[in-house]
């Protein structure tokens, strides 16, 4: 099989009904392209964690309906995590064992040369805590840690589920930019789940959206915003609008005026801004702020609120 | 080759996760607890604790009892916590899916982490054996009575107890395993394993928990001694493994499909996982648990070697009660071996080799029989194999039937009303005889039921006599003017037995319950030999149970008896009604000895050991007056009498008079224990090899006071206990010039 079109990890119409009857993931074809940083992203409780729980095999699913790099998960079970690491919710940790000893844990398992240990603990900055045990870890130095277990052995796929959780502003723009160095330099494929939409749009490639088990959308974050429109809006406010209202709804068809009187233009294209703002300066109303409208959170937030 | 690969993966994880979970101090603490108890409490305690007359190595006694404190509750809770710890550490810390989302197999990763629980359990009965040990070697140094400095460390015992106590657990390790795995909280398994520990010890007090796991620590230390058959394991302990394998099983498919439901009935065919696993267990179970019959070997046989000092030319098997000799046995070089075609009915023989104490063995025609005898002069021990194995385990356990009940029925029997009193007996009657059919020993082996037949008709006639004899007396008393109707279920225990079964006349048992209900039915009078040995022959027919109701009189009066003139006309006058010449000689054999321990005999000669073992006879007391003290570490009465004793060897100072204390133990440790802490005016010895000096001195029952004169001639071989008044007076009269400080 051609490497190329394979995905790393697909899915197709994946299932999954609680106790009682509740279907969490419904029909769910996920397909991750090899090599992309891939957002899995949710409001809490919309099936993201159950998803992963499917495709790492840590929750029984009957159907054959799961593969990783084209080889179906439930025939290649355990061998298919050689390649595979996994941070699923809170970090799993040893918390009697100190932090390099955890991972020394997974270099038995995995039958692993002991030198990667202090490479993982340089990557993830707990070489100075590595002797502490891990309960008196705080919640960002477990979640380093985590990772860093999930790293260890080298793996060309990362599932990652909730990465930023715990960390303080300054661990999440490092993790950040250590998953971008791993995808661009290493070629690694990661899978992040996630609620934090800013977050998703700030690292991946990929994003795939699920609300209330069913997925909503899978793409380029291109694809999205050229779907929803993202970025040809502008909203624009001015002193006194209730005197301008009619002039600006006359000029510009395509305005509509906001109950808060703010206008809000339907832009052909970007530069399109500055035309308008020229305009409407040169025929003397007073322009307070004018700003781009962000579609794709305001679409994400309605999606997912109700 | 993967799971193998898989399985050292996960080991090697495993042992890592051990450091730091405290897994290695809850090992020391369980480990040390019951070992140091027990040695401070020998410490502490005052006396010897080693009575048996056996030779009893002190470090397999310190191993054992530090075994026994630790098996029945300390070690399933110790493996009810191990099996948690392990298992909560990764329930906590969400391990479980940090470990399976490893390239490694699952039964790989659940047999690994189970394999941590075992060898956990191994660290802690090492660490127990090592400081039962270092608590030996500590009373060795503190208490050098008790023996150790003189006993080898049985390591192959140890090793093999030890072991046995592992495998005991597996069962406990493999269940407390499916629940921890199963159950993410800490109380649920501990509930688990601490209900089902305290229910193993009830199910052991009443003797019914031969199936239940968490019993089997406590049924393999309450053996410490394992197969008598030789085999590795006891079938509780096979049980165990079974247990094991079982609940390794059960809980690897739970944990994997996560629930119980999903694990044996989704789909349905799943249900196979769950049953044909139990029933192969069932079946193996009752295989394990078969009492087992041993059969007659067909040619009787006995063989066996004599492990001691003194040369041994011939042993003897001997019938009681008058140690009729049965077989003479040549011994060669410590061995024999001999077949014989002589028909000897199955019962109770005594085997009788030197010196050593004889021991009691069931042999008869076709059986084989193998004896060991271990002596070092003063101790012995013996073990027995064979065919009769189980019998004679039976006997050594010394089953009787006088269980808190029967005495109670005995003796309060007179409050009942005959119904009462019958439904009684019968209940009675039931649980002693299935008692006797229950019988097994820890190798699951059953008496042959020629054994059980003989032993259930003992039985029957005792409760016979209770009722025929007891019971209808005390209701003549309370009732004279009914006459006593039993209810018909008592004919249930008269159809088992009658009073005149032949096949019983060889039982000394049987003799003894004839005896007590001619007694009582013939109001034989105690009181009056004559009258007593008159009214027997003329009511009871010729035979052993009349023969033997007389030569117990005639014995018992010539022994009390002080007058040889009056001894002389009951043995000339009633011996001859004794139908078996052998009894008849055995009692003029007993009148002749007691005529040779008059005044002025020669005193029999003797030898003994002093503390500082030095070798003493009669010689060496020549020229002076010898008072004798005959006495054992064990005898209650002696102990009695021995400070009165003292005292007089106190007060009388005399050089030409000496003290001497003579015991006849076997233990020389538990002689040496009691013996140092005696009046220095006493001289304290040990008879070399008791029997030569019992023997000749008529002696049967301790203590006993004898008193010798400076021309070695006896001047009173029986003299009064020296509490009373006559003993010292007998000294005084005896001895002249007796000076009193």
Known sequence: ?306 | MTFISDYKKAFKAEWLKLKGSGMFWLALIMSVFIPVLYTLALLIQNRSSITNVNTVNPWKEQIVNCFQGFGSFFFPIFLTLVVIRLTQMEHRGGGWKLIETQPVLKPALYLGKFSMAVLVSFFCIVGLVIFSLVGGAFIMLNKPAYGFSQAIIPFSDIAGLSFRLLISGLGILGIQFLFSVVISGFLGPFGIGLAATITGNILNAFGKALWWPWSAPALTVSNPDGSATGKYLLHYEWLSIFWMILALWLGYQWYQRKTFKRAFFKPFVRVAYLLVPILVFSFLFLFINKPVQLLAYGKTVIAGSIDSKEKIQTAYLLSEPLFDTILEIPVDKNRFHLKTEKNIPPAVYYFKAGSMTAMRIFFGSNDSMFINVMSDGKNSKFTTGGNRLPENEFIKKNFQNDSYQLYYLENFSYEMKPDVFAAELIQQWRSETDKIDNFKTADKLKPADDFIQLQKKLISLNFLKLADIKYARTFRIYHPNDSLKLPASVNEIRKSVSYNDSSLLGYLQYREIMTDYFQQSLKLSLSNDTAYILKAVNNIPSGSVRDYLIYNRIKEAIGRTRDSMQREMLILNYVPLISKTKIQQTLIAQHELLKSLHRGKEAPNFYASALNKDTFSLENFKGRYVVIDVWASWCGPCKVQSPNFERLAEQFTNTNVAFVALSVDDNSWSWRFEATEKSFRVLQLIANGKESFLKPYGIETIPRFILLGPDGKIINAQMPYPSEPEFEDILKREIPGLNIY
């Open chain 1, 1 to 306: 099989m051609n490497l190329t079109n394979t995905y790393a990890i697909e899915t197709s119409g994946l299932n999954y009904t609680f106790k009682y009857g509740r279907k969490v993931v419904n029909e769910v074809s996920l397909q991750v392209p090899d090599q992309s940083i891939f957002g899995f992203l949710g409001p809490n409780g919309a099936g993201k964690t159950t998803t992963i729980r499917l495709i790492t095999g840590m929750l029984e699913n009957e159907p054959d309906n799961i593969f990783i790099r084209g080889k179906s998960l439930k025939k290649n079970i355990p061998g298919i995590f050689e390649s595979m690491g996994t941070l699923i919710e809170t970090p799993s940790l040893y918390l009697h064992l100190s932090g390099r000893d955890n991972l020394r844990v997974i270099t038995r398992l995995r039958n692993m040369n002991e030198i990667r240990v202090e490479e993982v603990l340089e990557i993830v900055g707990l070489q100075n805590d590595a002797k502490r045990k891990v309960k008196e870890y705080s919640l960002g130095m477990k979640q380093r840690l985590g990772m860093g277990m999930a790293l260890l052995p080298d793996p060309s796929l990362l599932i990652l589920d909730e990465p930023a959780n715990g960390l303080d502003p300054a661990g999440i723009i490092e993790v950040r930019e250590m998953l971008i160095r791993l995808n661009r330099e290493y070629g690694k494929t990661i899978f992040i789940s996630s609620h934090l939409l800013g977050e998703v749009e700030k690292t991946c490639t990929h994003l795939g959206i699920i609300h209330k088990g069913v997925l909503k959308f899978q793409g380029t974050l291109a694809e999205l915003q050229k779907d929803i429109g993202h970025g040809k809006q502008v909203t624009i406010k001015t002193t006194n609008p209730m005197q301008w209202k009619n002039f600006i709804t006359e000029k510009f068809p395509d305005v509509t005026a906001t109950v808060n009187n703010e206008f809000i233009f339907q832009l052909q294209d970007a530069d399109e801004v500055t035309r308008i703002n020229q305009q409407l300066v040169e025929a003397g109303v007073p322009v307070k702020s004018i700003r781009l409208n962000e579609g794709l959170e305001e679409w994400f937030i309605k999606m997912t609120s109700n």
